[in-house]
């Protein structure tokens, strides 16, 4: 199975700063369509994950402009220009190009 | 707008089967590849299996391959995540989701708990 890895996996933040999360993959993610299906999820305590970005940049409706992924290959970034409060959660990286599609181990982001 | 709602989950033993259902509605359902994946407590999601619309295309995660069968009514719009041979490690929340490649919808999940 391709590997998803994560880092940090726990990210103190002052409200207000940016923030990042890494994400790793052990195979390429191109598919044949030339797609890289590479997506970010967010879940909050007691909610279902709720996708922020899907083929490695482009952000859902209604996400806000502060969040942002980037990358290509096999390493990718999702970035929060100014972290709020709503922003606390675990996020995690999703590849939907090799089966069976796999998450990363997932990044715990907390206000400091 | 989009809906996907689980059902059928509970306290099984180890050894026992459960059937989950998921209602859709808000899309043409038989249009579109289906999965269901799961979350173990504390732990990330994992797909477990994926079905295409006609439900001629199905594949399986070796975790579950050989004890789950997914399966779907496009006339009645449900899918249906049959569980058999259930173990204490198949505990979590179970989801339904599509697209499946890129997940945009979820359910809010059914809990299975497998315990003595």
């Known amino acids: 199975d391709v590997v998803m890895t994560q880092s940090p996996l726990s990210l103190p933040v002052t409200l207000g700063q940016p923030a990042s999360i890494s994400c790793r993959s052990s195979q390429s993610l191109v598919y044949s369509d030339g797609n890289i299906y590479l997506n970010w999820f967010q879940q909050r305590p007691g909610q279902s994950p709720r996708r922020l970005i899907d083929k490695v940049s482009n952000r859902d409706s209604g996400v806000p402009d502060r969040f942002s992924g980037s990358g290509s290959g096999t390493d990718f970034t999702l970035k929060i220009s100014r972290v709020e409060a709503e922003d606390v959660g675990i996020y995690y990286c999703?590849?939907?190009?090799?089966?069976?599609?796999?998450f990363g181990q997932g990044t715990k982001v907390e206000i400091k | 707008q989009v809906q996907l709602v689980e059902s059928g989950g509970g306290l099984v033993k180890p050894g026992g089967s459960l059937r989950l259902s998921c209602a859709a509605s808000g899309f043409t359902f038989s249009d579109w590849y289906m999965s269901w994946v799961r979350q173990a407590p504390g732990m990330g999601p994992e797909y477990l299996a994926y079905?295409?619309?006609?439900?001629?295309?199905?594949e399986y995660a070796d975790s579950v391959r050989g004890r789950f069968t997914i399966s779907r009514d496009n006339a009645r719009n449900l899918l249906y995540l049959q569980m058999n041979s259930l173990r204490v490690e198949d505990t979590g929340v179970y989801y339904c989701v599509y697209p499946t490649r890129e997940p945009e919808n979820w359910g809010p999940g059914t809990l299975v708990t497998v315990s003595s």
């Open positions: 999703m590849q939907g190009r090799h089966w069976p599609w796999t």
């Open positions: 079905i295409s619309g006609s439900g001629n295309h199905i």
